[in-house]
Nanobody
Framework: QVQLVESGGGLVQAGGSLRLSCAAS????????MAWHRQAPGKQREWVAS???????AYVDSVKGRFTISRDNAKNTVALQMNSLKPEDTAVYYC???????????????WGQGTQVTVSS
């Protein structure tokens, strides 16, 4: 059983900052990619940023230069530092990770329950 738990969401004014954290726990042998996605009201869930186990990162164009993803492989955690927030960043943010529970098992995607980020204008 694997669990991802996000924290750090909240309400912030435009131009402000928030830091989201996500911790993976349970039967974990290894984690490859960790990522953040978001879903705004009435819209489909979209990928925001991802980071591989060796630290390679990628971002959706709309957050480049404002958001930074990082991870701690020893603690199985991933964070998203969000600066210069805009009202259009308002969404539920979800943590996602590819997790292998044993050396011989495949990687399986796991999701957190989501954390609300609201940016007021």
């Amino acid at each position: 059983q694997v669990q991802l738990v996000e924290s750090g969401g909240g309400l912030v004014q435009a131009g402000g900052s928030l830091r989201l954290s996500c911790a993976a726990s349970g039967s974990i042998f290894s984690i490859n990619v960790m990522a953040w996605h978001r879903q705004a009201p009435g819209k489909q869930r979209e990928w925001v940023a991802s980071i591989t186990s060796d630290g390679s990162t990628a971002y959706v164009d709309s957050v480049k230069g404002r958001f930074t993803i990082s991870r701690d492989n020893a603690k199985n955690t991933v964070a998203l530092q969000m600066n210069s927030l805009k009202p259009e960043d308002t969404a539920v943010y979800y943590c996602n990770a590819g997790i292998r529970i044993a050396r011989t098992s495949d990687f399986t995607g796991a999701w957190g329950q989501g954390t609300q980020v609201t940016v007021s204008s």
